[in-house]
């Protein structure tokens, strides 16, 4: 029996009883946002969580699921699954990807919330048949196929393959585990990738997240997009929803990343006419970029002009057999040209045959002016015409331009690649009925072009690094940086509420908490958790604070359970604690509150088990300067048990670790020994 279904929105929330046979139909574009499907009126995240999870169907002990609507016409519908994981019950209950991000000495918290997308694939594992049919999805062609009841909440997060998943803590912090979207305007189930992430933007937006990770490893046909995206947009993909630099692996830095973005970023085309990258021929590399100097209605002079030039055609062009068509020379006459399509291409003429005249040496720009000054007067022109021409292909000629590294000077080159032309581009040059010369390009060439210049220009080759010379031996030092740059970070801005929505005898004021922790230094007195927002009468005492905080700050951390609030820290005078706190304080005033963690009505100092890091006491001294783990692969001194990254002491990845290991300094130790007599 199929449960009925209401496709009604719940706009503007106001809550009403739901019959639990009822299934509510929310919208996907809207979902998240303020009122849709509730205020997200909470002090804190996890009080809006259980506002949101209010309007949920619950499908079992810790499971709630959405159904949302993608569009009507035709009908999709996916389903959001929310998961509450106890973390004292957890098989992991430490969070790896907060130590990974740099989290790890934040206090645990008691649970955490997952949010999954299940894909069409996915879904099958998520559920079974039985004797129930707790919801059923609709079996037309344009909708998830599933059963009838969710196997586990393990089951859940677990599973791979979901189109998005992410996990929060209660205090708010958070990390994106997954998006795994379609590239193309979905016809299945599938959401394209941009509309995940506005989907989950807005559901961190409305929780109130305040952090969030993610680890950035997306590929594509063998290029790693953060560093495809980053050379042409200067941000990875998630650049686009605010993700920031979070941490690099490797010991790299924010000032380094950056350093890296702009070193390849601003690498000039021009240079690859004086050097060879790699063992690859040059034509090809300078016979590809030509094309797309040709198609754009600009000169593209750096190595990101070029790829971001590329990757925006890439959006225009369909996967079908269209191609994107552009006529030569109107291409390089800019909107504000002032001369007609037919004296610049009589002034390119006169250019190309002065260079052949030079019998393909490299002639300087002065040289090529003279020369063709005496059949074109117009020295206006011929600067245009040498400006726009450098790297575009005339005929059977490539036109080169650069800089001479010597002299300075701007030099001309002309080269026939009548024979070098790979047999690919083909068709690439075509006559139009008035016999004007027309590039075309289509998609899957597209792609084999981009794929071509990540491969040659920024993909290391090993054993072939000693090629890179010059100016072009930082390319592979750049990238390097830039792939070992994984995890991103947003930071979200706290939603100030309008008056209207505060009640009148109620007034904000925000606490956290000081706790005394023991180190190798001695007892230090640290704030130990971000600051918790809390909506208070006006009349209440410091006395019933302190009750609200200790239950508050118990309930969410795992540590704070049996925390008793002793003194308030920063105030410049003790206080009574029947004194009323907004005498003392004004509305919206931070308050640290100090005390201790109760067992047994002793005092216990703070130890690892508390904190979202694994504090296992290693000692991680890389080459590289990293001295915390990161996520990468590592391998232990078997003499000074001191942790280095594998790929710094030469390992490759693809090999495995060997039983016995000595670092470098543990080696040269045991090589100074003494010979036995």
Request: glycine share 8%; with cysteine.
């Amino acid at each position: 029996m199929v449960k009925k279904m209401s496709t009604l929105d719940l706009s503007r929330s106001k809550k009403r009883k739901r019959n639990n046979n009822e299934r509510v139909l929310f919208k996907f574009k809207n979902f998240g946002e303020q009122g849709f499907p509730t205020e997200f009126i909470g002090c804190n995240f996890d009080q809006n969580v259980k506002l949101l999870l209010e309007f949920a169907q619950q499908e079992n002990g810790s499971i709630w699921s959405f159904q949302l609507e993608v569009h009507r016409h035709p009908p999709m519908h996916v389903f959001l699954f929310v998961v509450e994981e106890q973390v004292e019950l957890s098989l992991n209950p430490h969070c790896k990807h907060c130590q990974y991000i740099g989290w790890g000495n934040n206090l645990m918290c008691n649970k955490k919330y997952h949010f999954l997308l299940p894909s069409k694939d996915t879904i099958g594992a998520c559920v079974e048949g039985g004797g129930g049919q707790k919801y059923k999805y609709k079996t037309d062609s344009n909708n998830i196929i599933g059963g009838e009841i969710i196997k586990s909440k393990l089951n859940l997060i677990e599973i791979e393959g979901h189109m998005m998943h992410g996990v929060f803590h209660s205090n708010g912090f958070g990390h994106l585990l997954c998006v795994n979207g379609s590239l193309e305007t979905p016809t299945s189930s599938d959401l394209p990738g941009h509309s995940i992430m506005d989907f989950w933007d807005r559901l961190c937006i409305g929780l109130r997240a305040r952090k969030v990770s993610l680890r950035d490893i997306s590929t594509k046909k063998g290029m790693d997009l953060r560093l495809l995206n980053t050379l042409a947009y200067g941000e990875p993909w998630f650049g686009r929803w605010g993700y920031k630099f979070g941490r690099g692996s490797f010991g790299v830095t924010q000032e380094t990343y950056q350093n890296a973005i702009n070193a390849l970023q601003n690498m000039p085309l021009a240079l690859l006419a004086h050097h060879h990258v790699g063992i690859i021929n040059i034509n090809e590399i300078l016979i590809v970029l030509s094309r797309y100097q040709m198609l754009s209605g600009h000169s593209l002079v750096t190595l990101c002009d070029a790829f971001h030039f590329m990757l925006e055609l890439k959006s225009r062009i369909p996967k079908e057999n269209n191609n994107l068509t552009s006529c030569y020379p109107g291409l390089l006459v800019d909107t504000t040209c002032r001369w007609s399509p037919k004296r610049v291409e009589m002034a390119i003429r006169v250019v190309v045959e002065a260079l052949k005249r030079a019998e393909l040496r490299w002639v300087s720009r002065q040289e090529v002016r003279d020369a063709a000054r005496a059949y074109i007067g117009d020295t206006g022109l011929l600067d245009f015409v040498l400006k726009s021409l450098g790297n575009h292909i005339v005929g059977k000629y490539l036109v080169r331009r650069c800089l001479n590294p010597v002299t300075k000077v701007l030099e001309y080159c002309l080269e026939d690649i009548s024979k070098a032309f790979p047999k690919q581009d083909q068709g690439f040059r075509v006559n139009d009925s008035k016999g004007k010369q027309q590039y075309k390009i289509t998609w899957v060439q597209l792609m084999k072009d981009i794929y071509f210049l990540y491969n040659n220009i920024l993909k290391e080759h090993k054993g072939l690094m000693s090629n890179y010379t010059g100016v072009f031996a930082t390319i592979p030092t750049a990238s390097r940086i830039i792939l070992d740059t994984k995890y991103f970070l947003k930071e979200y801005k706290e939603v100030s509420e309008p008056d209207s929505r505060i009640e009148a005898d109620k007034s904000k004021i925000y606490c956290a908490i000081m706790l005394a922790t023991k180190d190798g230094f001695g007892v230090e007195e640290k704030v130990m958790t971000p600051f918790e927002c809390f909506l208070m009468r006006k009349d209440v005492t410091f006395d019933e604070l302190k009750i609200e905080v200790e239950k508050t700050f118990g309930d969410m951390y795992l540590g704070l359970r049996n925390f008793t609030t002793r003194s308030i820290n920063n105030l410049m005078s003790p206080i009574s604690g029947i004194e009323l706190v907004f005498n003392v304080m004004k509305p919206g005033s931070k308050i640290v509150l100090g005390g201790v963690i109760m067992s047994n009505n002793d005092d216990i100092n703070i130890n690892g088990g508390i904190f979202e890091g694994i504090k296992n006491n290693i000692i991680v001294d890389c080459l590289c300067g990293t001295k915390d783990e990161d996520g990468e692969r590592m391998i232990c001194c078997d003499i000074c048990e001191v942790w280095q990254h594998t790929r710094c002491v030469n390992i490759p990845n693809h090999e495995a670790i060997p039983d016995i290991f000595l670092c470098n300094k543990c080696e040269q130790d045991i090589l100074q020994f003494p010979s036995l007599p």
